[in-house]
């Protein structure tokens, strides 16, 4: 079946999908994107990835294209033209083509938007058994890591290193040695005495939605988090370790830079996890959270 892309008003072909040379996105990195999940055809916290994409808008000053109701129209019209309903969907958005310059160009320069929707395989995920492997390296991000920007070559570069060495994934690393996160994930360890811990929400960061729902079925579920950062060598001595996103829900890591995680297996607490978030990105359970930036 031919895949279909939106993009700016139009269902194209995928082949035949463009935007402008001189789109500020492919010239700059001068865009914001999100991505959310379709699981058995319920977007996964949907409201929470909208209230991010806008607030990611803002922070660029970029006007959203499209109404926020026009957004949820195209996203399953996209998802519906590409008969998927495991799915992830990405949503980018730029401040549109203009002559190359540095300055901003006129403000009715209209945005770019683009939704493609991509088949996951949510009930066969190859590493949600298998385990990830990461490989610890420094993180070589611009400051503003909170903003879900397309500025991902560091997060490529870093990871494409982490795979040429063998491994899965990169955990990224601050100049103190301190974990910021994955490539395209946030990062959790489970110490000795019980304690969930990830790193508090700040620039350092990006506020996962995945995140923020792991942190209410924690407390439903009597599973202590605490927001803390944590060096390479306190992850080692982990009993658990995973990482969380909206392609991955939670993926337990089983071992870090040849250190093997608990037993190497995924943990009893990430399995919990895991089946909670999938209960709950359908609908079986819980309201969808509220997101809000944090900082
Ligand atoms: N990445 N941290 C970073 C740097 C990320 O890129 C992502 C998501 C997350 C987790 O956020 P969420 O739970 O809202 O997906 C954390 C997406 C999946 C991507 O770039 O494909």
Same mark, same amino acid.
């Given at each position: ?12 072909? #995928?082949? /035949? ?6 789109? @500020?996105? +492919?010239? $700059?990195?001068? !865009? ?57 969907? #990405?949503? /980018? ?6 002559? @190359?310059? +540095?300055? $901003?160009?006129? !403000? ?188």
């Amino acid at each position: 079946m031919p895949r279909i892309i939106y993009v700016n008003g139009q269902y194209q072909p #995928y082949h /035949q999908a463009q935007i402008h040379v001189e789109d @500020r996105g +492919f010239q $700059f990195g001068d !865009a914001i994107y999100e991505v959310v999940a379709c699981l058995h055809g319920h977007l996964a916290d949907e409201r929470g990835h909208l209230d991010r994409l806008e607030r990611s808008l803002s922070e660029l000053r970029i006007d959203m294209p499209v109404s926020r109701e026009s957004l949820r129209f195209l996203m399953r019209e996209t998802l519906r033209r590409n008969k998927l309903t495991n799915a992830g969907i #990405y949503i /980018q958005i730029s401040r549109g083509m203009a002559r @190359r310059d +540095f300055k $901003f160009p006129k !403000a009715d320069t209209p945005p770019t938007l683009v939704i493609i929707a991509f088949p996951i395989n949510f009930d066969n995920h190859p590493y949600v058994e298998k385990g990830v492997r990461v490989k610890t390296l420094p993180d070589i991000r611009w400051p503003r890591r909170d903003i879900k920007t397309t500025l991902l070559f560091p997060q490529s570069w870093t990871k494409q290193i982490a795979i040429d060495e063998g491994y899965d994934e990169a955990w990224m690393v601050d100049s103190e040695g301190m974990v910021t996160e994955g490539t395209s994930c946030n990062a959790w360890i489970l110490t000795k005495d019980n304690k969930l811990l990830t790193r508090p929400v700040s620039c350092d960061i990006l506020k996962g939605i995945t995140r923020t729902a792991i942190e209410k079925i924690c407390a439903e579920n009597d599973i202590t988090i605490v927001e803390q950062a944590f060096s390479a060598d306190e992850a080692y001595e982990a009993k658990e370790a995973f990482v969380s996103s909206a392609t991955g829900f939670a993926l337990p890591v089983i071992e870090i830079d040849d250190h093997k995680i608990g037993d190497g297996k995924r943990g009893a607490i990430t399995k919990k996890i895991y089946e909670e978030y999938c209960a709950y990105a359908e609908g079986l359970r819980g309201e969808q959270v509220k997101w809000e930036a944090g900082l």
